[in-house]
């Protein structure tokens, strides 16, 4: 037996979840041709079918782009530190892809090695993650070459599956999630089910025997030579963390605050004598996916990557991780590693 | 509760200048709590991330000694939109502090050697902090050798100290500037570091070396020091790649997957081979 709900019951919860004060997100259509996750002001808004995925991620509601993490005011030589903390009230993300759900479990890690950035862990806890499990994908689809797929479980509290009767199996997995459909749904014998999910394009050997064969390997700029440094892939990736920690304000006061940097912009590394570690965009990019595919799996065990394919479906220039991984894998078949 | 807010500073009130150059400037600052003055500890080799309020942050090494109590200091040069803020404030002005960061240099493991401290320019900061440890602690260490170079004598940093550690027992001190960068009076020697090391005709036993400068210096020294028979892990240098963090989340500092911040900033040479050109 399944847990289900009808579309109209649905929408008629969002309603409800929105009239209690709750912050609801969910995908809507910005323009006739693109849908971006969004803070929605009735189930109206919601857009539950007819597109591949938003164009961006649902990280900003758990890590904004740009976060106040203290006031600062200068009276004379003195100065104070006025605390910021989160307005975080109980937030709501219905309808997300798995593959943006699955970037919290993975960005875990890193936002709590050590030290503790509650900015982002308190926006987790008070946060909730209905998924949608897919039904179609595109060419930059790739879940399932990182382990995932269209109803991958990590990181949602629910799962809602189209049973394309208009109505959706409810699959509550986690205590928040429990608690938002608990009385909500009925019973039934039909579950959902899914396509298989893209083909894999490359294996994770494929990519560590690239790897292997250098890092200075010339192939990089080869591929990436193109890559005009916009930074497009890393802000709507859903795991793209990196940030830079600038003043906004004057020498009376302001703020201190956290905003989205990208490793594609060329000052990302420059030091203050001039040098550059990291001096071309094939350099650049090399971060990216080393960071992705190696770094963070030597460092925390997981991929940096869901495989939702954003990063290509908004390169001007049709790059990000498929394309690339894509000349890794034929190039490593091709036994073509050379330093 | 109040919620633990890793990037907020703590308070500090500079307590002392000190101008070396017409662009680098030391600066001596005390916790702004008496509390945390006191229970403040830190180890040579770490660093902190220094606030100008309205300005932003930047990551300097704590360039005093860590037996040194109620203050700590950072030297910088006037060089980008932070360092400008830090050279227009005076005595009795509010800076803020984060840290400390990183590693440390290994004092303990270093005890018994003789030392070397190869210095370049701005680089000697970094180096002070366990220059001071070594010397408060001399009966621990070896011969002490200080070779510090600077393009002319006028960029010559913590000049009145060289003096000073040079009438230290056991410590030789060899200052050096780059051809065409000295004064009529000037009585230390006219060379690049790595020339300068090599005439010094050091025959160091059990030696440890901490390099620290422009890539350039590094890279024609490490074969003279190789040659004198130190290697690859007796020799130290401390990364400073730029950083905004400093507790291994902003994904600005990583060479391959060693992030500077946490697992540095102190490698020895064996350990800066296996990371990748990223610094």
Redesign the interface.
């Known amino acids: 037996m399944s847990e289900i709900i009808s579309k109209e019951d649905l929408l008629r919860l969002v309603d409800q979840w929105i009239g209690q004060g709750k912050r609801t997100a969910g995908p809507t259509r910005i323009k006739s041709d693109v849908v971006l996750y969004a803070p929605i002001r009735s189930s109206s808004d919601v857009q539950l079918d007819g597109f591949i995925r938003p164009r961006n991620s649902i990280k900003e509601f758990i890590f904004p782009r740009h976060e106040k993490?203290?006031g600062?005011k200068?009276e004379g030589?003195?100065?104070q530190?006025f605390?910021a903390?989160p307005a975080v009230g109980e937030q709501l993300i219905i309808a997300a892809r798995p593959c943006d759900a699955a970037a919290f479990p993975i960005l875990d890690h890193?936002?709590n090695?050590?030290?503790?950035?509650?900015?982002y862990n308190?926006r987790r806890q008070a946060t909730t993650i209905v998924t949608l499990a897919c039904k179609e994908y595109d060419r930059n689809c790739f879940c399932t070459s990182v382990g995932l797929g269209p109803a991958a479980e990590s990181g949602s509290d629910a799962m809602l599956l189209d049973l394309g009767d208009g109505s959706y199996e409810v699959r509550c997995l986690t205590e928040k999630g429990k608690a938002l459909f608990a009385g909500k749904t009925g019973t039934s014998d039909k579950t959902g089910t899914v396509p298989p999910g893209p083909k894999k394009i490359f294996t994770k050997e494929s990519i560590d025997a690239f790897f292997a064969g250098g890092?200075?390997n010339p192939e990089w700029q080869q591929m990436t030579l193109r890559c005009l440094g916009c930074g497009a892939c890393a802000y709507t990736c859903p795991t793209c963390?990196?940030?830079?920690?600038?003043?906004e304000?004057?020498?009376a006061?302001?703020a201190?605050v956290?905003n989205w940097?990208a490793?594609q912009f060329c000052m990302?590394?420059?030091?203050?004598?001039g040098?550059n570690?990291?001096t071309n965009q094939g350099?650049r990019q090399r971060?990216r996916i080393?960071?992705k595919f190696?770094?963070y799996p030597?460092?925390f065990g997981e991929i940096l990557c869901t495989g939702c394919g954003n990063c290509t479906r908004n390169c001007p220039v049709e790059l990000g991780v498929r394309p690339v991984l894509e000349t890794i894998e034929t190039l490593s078949v091709a036994g073509g590693t050379k330093a | 509760m109040i919620m633990e807010n890793i990037y907020k500073p703590e308070l500090m009130e500079i307590i002392q200048i000190q101008q070396h150059t017409s662009d680098v400037k030391s600066m001596r600052v005390k916790f702004a709590d008496p509390e945390r003055a006191k229970n403040f500890s830190f180890k040579v080799g770490q660093f902190g991330i220094f606030s100008a309020f309205g300005h932003g942050e930047s990551t300097f090494n704590i360039c005093s000694s860590s037996d040194w109590k109620d203050f700590i200091e950072f030297c910088f040069r006037r060089t980008g939109r932070v360092t400008e803020a830090f050279w227009q404030l005076e005595e009795g002005d509010t800076i803020g502090f984060r840290g400390p960061y990183g590693n440390a240099y290994p004092m303990k493991e270093w005890e018994g050697k003789d030392l070397m401290f190869i210095g370049g320019g701005i680089a000697m900061p970094p180096i002070r902090c366990a220059i001071w440890y070594a010397l408060e602690h001399r009966e621990k260490y070896g011969d002490i050798t200080i070779i510090y170079g600077a393009r002319t004598v006028g960029d010559l940093v913590f000049r009145d100290e060289l003096a000073e550690w040079a009438k230290r027992p056991k410590t030789r001190v060899i200052q050096t500037v780059d051809p065409g960068g000295e004064t009529p009076d000037w009585k230390g020697e006219i060379g690049f570091v790595p020339t300068v090391v090599e005439k010094a005709g050091l025959t160091p036993k059990n030696a440890a070396a901490l390099v620290i400068g422009p890539p350039i210096m590094i890279k024609f020294t490490l074969p003279i020091l190789a040659k004198m028979g130190l290697t690859d892990k007796d020799i130290y240098t401390s990364l400073e790649n730029r950083m905004k963090c400093g507790v291994g989340k902003c994904g600005r500092c990583n060479a391959g997957p060693v992030y500077i911040c946490k697992e540095g900033p102190v490698f020895t040479l064996e350990q800066v081979k296996t990371l990748p050109n990223d610094y």
């Open positions: 993490l203290y600062y200068v030589r003195k100065i530190l605390d903390e890193v936002f090695w050590d030290y503790k950035d509650e900015f308190r890092y200075d963390h990196c940030f830079d920690i600038v003043d304000g004057n020498a006061g302001g201190r956290k940097d490793c990302f590394t420059a030091h203050a004598s040098h570690p990291r350099q971060q080393y960071h190696e770094i030597t460092k």
